[in-house]
């Protein structure tokens, strides 16, 4: 079992950066893939992005590819998402969650473990 908390998020103005951290307790996280997701009011849940057990691979959807960078830290037991050109649309609360074992989905429904959230605000 792993418990997961996000920390970073904040408001900003359109065009700037931010930085996501989740924090993982327990001594397996490297077993997890982990992955951030991020909801908007009123919208259901999307997947941002993905990072293998290693950190060799990332996945990003389409809406932050090229903006957006995951990475992890096994050592730490952390990982980070760095968010570049936020724009407003990018306003959501963002998740981190975490999938033992080695594959890797773009569902949320197979994670089986979820930060709390941290709002993130980008203003035009």
């Known amino acids: 079992q792993v418990q997961l908390v996000e920390s970073g998020g904040g408001s900003v103005q359109a065009g700037g950066s931010l930085r996501l951290s989740c924090a993982a307790s327990?001594?397996?996280?490297?077993?997890?893939?982990m992955a951030w997701f991020r909801q908007a009011p009123g919208k259901e849940r999307e997947l941002v992005g993905t990072?293998?057990?290693?950190?060799?691979?990332?996945y990003y959807a389409d809406s932050v590819k090229g903006r957006f960078t995951t990475l992890r830290d096994n050592a730490k037991n952390t990982v980070h998402l760095q968010m570049n050109s936020l724009k407003p649309e990018d306003t959501a609360v963002y998740y981190c969650a975490a999938s033992y074992g080695s594959a890797w989905y773009l569902e949320a429904v197979k994670y089986d473990y979820w930060g709390q959230g941290t709002q993130v605000t980008v203003s035009s």
């Open positions: 327990g001594r397996t996280f490297s077993m997890y893939v």
């Open positions: 990072i293998t057990r290693s950190g060799a691979t990332t």
